[in-house]
């Protein structure tokens, strides 16, 4: 869900919940609505019941967290570009939720002192979760939006073990095991500011021999939602898993691993039914923010069409 670890979506009609809030609930409305797709771009807003959408993902690698945590920088003469292509839709299927379909292509470009430039990708691993919202942001002065999230990645890319030659690892997409993932959000608005905190937990199958631990994900987010409904969203998130188990019992602690990503992102609503999003994230090239895992930086762009 790829260097880093995942994504989710979202949900119900905006006129009824501007009838139901009141006279101040406008802003609560944009706030929860632009905001929430600000953070998820894959989210249905209060309106809508459906809607596709392409992501265009470009980055390069800064470095690599070692196992200590210590981040030390690319080597002169190695550059690796990593580029993804995502193709999401989402459907509603109840009154308060929604069905996502995630397809990614992944690519890597590379080039290290002793090799030439080499290129190489395909289909990631394909990722269908749903979302349903129990109580909605804003809908209460005191109590907070609560969602429940559910997904099942499936093992579609190329996993790194299923290639002959080290050269041949460029063409890595997947991570070669089914991943099954829940997890839980709580939001609320506070005038146009939407606040936003997610806790993910992923179980993984077993493979070649190794069976990972499994992976948590914390997400910390805000946006602030203009009077045009205009946002601006700020995020990090801190995923982690412990050491992975081989066959023969043995658990190496140099197997765990860390990464912490920040992503700044805007929102802005063309039409009724399109809509663009672009974003920079960066992987802090700082020690102790992640382990065993590249460092990166890149750009988003994203592009919605609706339906209501």
């Known amino acids: 869900m790829q260097h880093r670890s995942s994504r989710s979506s979202r949900a119900l009609a905006l006129l009824v919940a501007l009838a139901a809030w009141g006279s101040p609930s406008r802003a609560r409305a944009q706030a929860c609505c632009a905001g929430g797709s600000a953070i998820t771009p894959g989210r249905l807003q209060l309106h809508e019941d459906a809607l596709v959408g392409a992501e265009l993902k470009a980055g390069t690698v800064l470095g690599m967290y070692d196992p200590s945590g210590r981040f030390v920088g690319s080597p002169s003469g190695v550059t690796e570009g990593d580029f993804e292509e995502d193709l999401f839709g989402a459907v509603r299927v109840l009154r308060h939720g929604q069905v996502a379909l995630l397809v990614p292509v992944i690519e890597t470009l590379r080039k290290d002192t002793l090799d030439p430039w080499r290129f190489g990708g395909g289909i990631g691993d394909v990722n269908l979760s749903g979302r349903y919202d129990f109580v909605g942001a804003g809908e209460s002065r ?51 500011w939407l606040v936003n905190a997610t806790g993910l937990i992923a179980v993984r199958t077993a493979r070649a021999g190794e069976q990972l631990a499994p992976q948590g994900t914390l997400l910390a987010a805000t946006a602030y939602t203009f009077p045009n409904d205009v ?78």
């Open 231 to 308: 946002a601006l969203a700020l995020s990090a998130s801190y995923a982690f898993e412990g050491n992975a188990t081989f066959n023969d019992g043995t658990s190496p602690a140099a197997t765990s691993k860390r990464l912490t990503v920040v992503t700044l992102s805007g929102f802005w609503p063309v039409t009724d039914t399109w809509r663009l999003l672009g974003g920079v994230y960066l992987d802090p090239p700082v020690d102790h923010l992640g382990s065993n895992q590249p460092a990166a930086g890149g750009l988003t762009f994203t592009v919605i069409r609706s339906w209501s």
């Open 142 to 192: 005191y109590v907070p939006g609560v969602a429940l999230l559910a997904g099942l990645t499936f093992p579609t890319g190329k996993a790194p073990d299923s290639f002959a030659t080290p050269a041949q690892v460029i063409d890595t997409t997947g991570v070669g095991v089914f991943q099954a993932n829940g997890a839980i959000a709580i939001e609320q608005t506070f005038g146009p």
